[in-house]
């Protein structure tokens, strides 16, 4: 069967770095993509990887290693705005977007 | 601003009753989703759809309905035979029909059955 596993729940303080796992098995690859998603409301796009490495948007960065079907999002310099689940979810072969079930992060001062 | 309007927001049913949700998008964008999103699970494929007049079943169909008569507009239906609706319902388009991409999210329907 196809899989994403993260954490349930993360707690981190104001100004520090957290980084957020994701580990996959799916039938095929054809993408990986972290979303952020604030209580109530609808998930937002925060980066797509598709080759092994890291890249880098702002205060965000997302790894990919395909080979360990692994990912990882890294919050720098976090805000409390940054208080949000974050999604994982993996294009598969047939261009279908398996989810994981989020990783709630709570921001503390 | 372009993007997805979900209506209505909130949303309370009885048991037994239709209810249908609606989806509209002035992003152009070739294909549109249906999710549904419960506590503690990754969301959920209801339907989607690629092109206009058609779309295919996604994970957990049963119990709704879709139509694409129009490139903006998707609504989704609730039948009174979905066994446990209460939910939070997101919509959402992408640029190509593949689906490839980032996908663009309404605000979200949230329905409650009483």
């Known amino acids: 069967g196809q899989n994403i596993d993260q954490p349930t729940e993360m707690t981190a303080t104001e100004g520090a770095i957290v980084q957020i796992n994701c580990t996959y098995q799916t039938s095929g690859f054809n993408g990986l993509f972290w979303y952020q998603q604030h209580a109530g409301e609808a998930p937002t796009f925060l980066s797509y990887n598709v080759l092994d490495g890291l890249e880098e948007k702002g205060r965000f960065s997302s790894f990919l290693s395909r080979s360990k079907g692994y990912s990882y999002l890294l919050l720098k310099e976090l805000q409390m705005k940054d208080s949000a689940s974050y999604l994982c979810?993996?294009?598969?072969?047939?261009?279908?977007?398996?989810w994981g079930a989020g990783t709630k992060l709570i921001i503390k001062p | 601003d372009g993007g997805i309007t979900q209506s209505p927001k909130y949303l309370f049913r009885k048991e037994g009753q239709n209810v249908t949700l609606s989806c509209e998008q002035n992003?152009?964008?070739?294909?549109m989703y249906w999710y549904r999103q419960d506590p503690g699970q990754g969301l959920r494929l209801i339907y989607y759809?690629?092109?206009?007049?058609?779309?295919q079943k996604g994970d957990i169909a049963e119990g709704y309905s879709v139509s694409r008569e129009k490139k903006e507009s998707f609504p989704l239906t609730v039948t009174s035979a979905q066994k446990n609706p209460t939910a939070f319902y997101l919509c959402a388009s992408t640029r190509t029909p593949e689906g490839t991409g980032e996908l663009f999210f309404g605000e979200g329907s949230r329905l409650t059955v009483l």
């Open positions: 759809s690629q092109i206009v007049n058609d779309f």
């Open positions: 992003l152009n964008h070739d294909a």
């Open positions: 979810a993996v294009m598969d072969s047939n261009y279908q977007l398996i």
